[in-house]
T-cell receptor, first 113, second 116 residues
Framework: ETGVTQTPRHLVMGMTNKKSLKCEQH?????MYWYKQSAKKPLELMFV???????ENNSVPSRFSPECPNSSHLFLHLHTLQPEDSALYLC????????????FGPGTRLLVL | AQKITQTQPGMFVQEKEAVTLDCTYD???????LFWYKQPSSGEMIFLIY??????QNATEGRYSLNFQKARKSANLVISASQLGDSAMYFC?????????????FGTGTRLQVFP
């Protein structure tokens, strides 16, 4: 099993839909992250979970709702999204701490119509 | 001010040649870490190399090395003996501060194309 997996890899949804992105890590890490990568913009950190507690929320709109039921799984629940939310959503995990490397999943390419 | 600056939107290099991708950073924190990631067209961010602000030597990982010049606040990535599979986006990133800070700040990236 590869280190960090994400499903689905591609998602098309309407503005009134509700969907969820899933991330799973098999590395024994205790911190997990959601990032958003829009075209021609740097990666933006959205949420950080450490030991299943949310420790960072970077002013993300409430239409994005994260959930971390355990240290291996992270979800991003989506509802009433806008077309500008179309992006690549990347999940990452790490042991936590300033020297620890974050390892990323392959991402979910989201298109909001 | 941008924390991480990558001034080269695109670079070309011939196979088997070396290439340097530039990265400058801005921080007043004495403790920080610098990372380079590779992102192929598939989308996954692949960790390449790490340099800590207190590390005495430049980091190396196989064909990747980091030219760390602390006084100039630069952390350039050097790829030796380029391969066609090196064609990808390359991102420089920085983490500032203490043990509990997990936030990575990314640059805008450099697209590297390796030609035969």
């Amino acid at each position: 099993e590869t280190g960090v997996t994400q499903t689905p890899r591609h998602l098309v949804m309407g503005m009134t839909n509700k969907k969820s992105l899933k991330c799973e890590q098999h590395l024994g890490h205790n911190a997990m992250y959601w990032y958003k990568q829009s075209a021609k913009k740097p990666l933006e950190l959205m949420f950080v979970y450490s030991l299943e507690e949310r420790v960072e929320n970077n002013s993300v709109p409430s239409r994005f709702s994260p959930e971390c039921p355990n240290s291996s799984h992270l979800f991003l629940h989506l509802h009433t999204l806008q077309p500008e939310d179309s992006a690549l959503y990347l999940c990452a995990s790490s042991h936590g701490g300033s020297r620890e490397t974050q390892y990323f999943g392959p991402g979910t390419r989201l298109l909001v119509l | 001010a941008q924390k991480i600056t990558q001034t080269q939107p695109g670079m070309f290099v011939q196979e088997k040649e070396a290439v340097t991708l530039d990265c400058t950073y801005d921080t007043s924190d004495p403790s920080y870490g610098l990372f380079w990631y590779k992102q192929p067209s598939s989308g996954e961010m692949i960790f390449l190399i790490y340099q800590g602000s207190y590390d005495q030597q430049n980091a190396t990982e196989g064909r990747y090395s980091l030219n760390f010049q602390k006084a100039r606040k630069s952390a350039n990535l050097v790829i030796s003996a380029s391969q066609l599979g090196d064609s990808a986006m390359y991102f420089c990133a920085m983490r500032e501060g203490s043990y509990n800070t997990d936030k990575l700040i990314f640059g805008t990236g450099t697209r590297l194309q390796v030609f035969p």
